[in-house]
């Protein structure tokens, strides 16, 4: 069993000729909490489409526990637990929040009729379904209408319908974007805490929360990786002050 989960090499995704996504190769350790970073338009919304299939690369490999995946269906890489946070699991506004956990649960047992019959069953799933509620501390918000949750709680009901699904890795893509201090800290909690048997690749911009989260940092750049390391190395790398120079000040990330 290799190091890194997931590996890609030479990844590019041009759109009429503009590269978005350059050659990059990407290695993400097994069980780390990897940082994807770098100014607006960088490319890493494109490299987490490429990751989920949702975009065919134009080049370049993708390789997911051993497997090459690069041709793969969306929802067959999904099955093989990389799983996109919010890709699948959308959730239903008019539905409470208990019913919107319920379905992601309902979409890893399969739709098979005759399951929902089943008394024993329904239990089994609310149990389940409890259970991850309980581990994003949103029991208080079972009955709630999902859509009157308040903002800073939305992310970790996606990370409950997304952990129903099982994933050995998660994408998540700015977890903690549009969310006040006290909200950042809990999503902050809440990553380090389903990440323990699993590994995370994130795209953040709040680099105070890279800096205590993150075991690697990958910089990206105009479609090509700038740096690669952790924090203390990449946060020093003179390349990637000046790439942030006019955005985030890199400096102003504190533990
Ligand atoms: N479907 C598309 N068609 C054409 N150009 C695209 C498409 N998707 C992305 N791009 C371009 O590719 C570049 C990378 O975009 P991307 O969304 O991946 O950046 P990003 O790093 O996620 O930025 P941000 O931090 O603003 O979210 C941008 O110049 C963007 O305009
Ligand atoms: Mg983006």
């Not at 190091?3 to 000729?17: D, N, R, V, Y």
């Not at 890279?210 to 690697?216: G, K, P, T, W």
């Given at each position: 069993m290799s190091?890194?989960?997931?590996?890609?090499?030479?990844?590019?995704?041009?759109?009429?000729?503009f590269a978005a996504v350059s050659n990059v190769d990407l290695k993400v350790r097994r069980g780390h909490i990897h940082a994807l970073i770098g100014p607006n338009g960088a490319g890493k919304t494109t490299v987490?489409?490429?990751?989920?299939?949702?975009?065919?690369?134009?080049?370049?490999?993708?390789?997911?526990?051993?497997?090459?995946?690069?041709?793969?269906?969306?929802?067959?890489?999904?099955?093989?637990?990389?799983?996109?946070?919010?890709?699948?699991s959308a959730t239903f506004p008019h539905l409470s929040v208990m019913e919107n956990v319920r379905i992601g649960l309902q979409r890893k047992l399969g739709t098979e009729f005759h399951f929902w019959r089943s008394e024993k069953s329904l239990n089994v799933l609310n149990d389940r379904a409890m259970?991850?509620?309980?581990?994003?501390?949103?029991?208080?918000?079972?009955?709630?209408?999902?859509?009157?949750?308040?903002?800073?709680?939305?992310?970790?009901?996606?990370?409950?319908?997304?952990?129903?699904?099982?994933?050995?890795?998660?994408?998540?893509?700015?977890?903690?974007?549009?969310?006040?201090?006290?909200?950042?800290?809990?999503?902050?909690?809440?990553?380090?805490?389903?990440?323990?048997?699993?590994?995370?690749?994130?795209?953040?911009?709040?680099l105070s929360v890279?800096?205590?989260?993150?075991?690697?940092i990958t910089v990206l750049q105009r479609g090509s990786i700038l740096a690669e390391g952790p924090y203390e190395e990449v946060s020093k790398n003179p390349q990637v002050l000046e790439a942030y120079v006019g955005s985030s000040d890199m400096n102003d990330a504190h533990h």
């Open positions: 190091e890194f989960i997931l590996e890609t090499a030479g990844l590019t995704k041009e759109f009429k000729g987490f489409n490429l990751l989920t299939k949702f975009l065919p690369p134009t080049r370049g490999s993708i390789t997911f526990d051993g497997q090459d995946i690069t041709r793969e269906a969306p929802a067959a890489t999904a099955r093989r637990g990389l799983v996109r946070s919010f890709q699948i259970e991850l509620l309980e581990a994003v501390d949103l029991t208080q918000f079972a009955d709630t209408v999902t859509a009157e949750m308040p903002y800073g709680r939305k992310r970790a009901l996606e990370i409950a319908t997304t952990l129903a699904l099982e994933p050995t890795m998660m994408l998540l893509d700015e977890p903690t974007q549009g969310m006040g201090q006290e909200d950042i800290g809990r999503v902050v909690e809440l990553i380090r805490k389903v990440s323990a048997n699993r590994t995370i690749l994130m795209v953040e911009h709040n890279v800096a205590n989260l993150c075991d690697r």
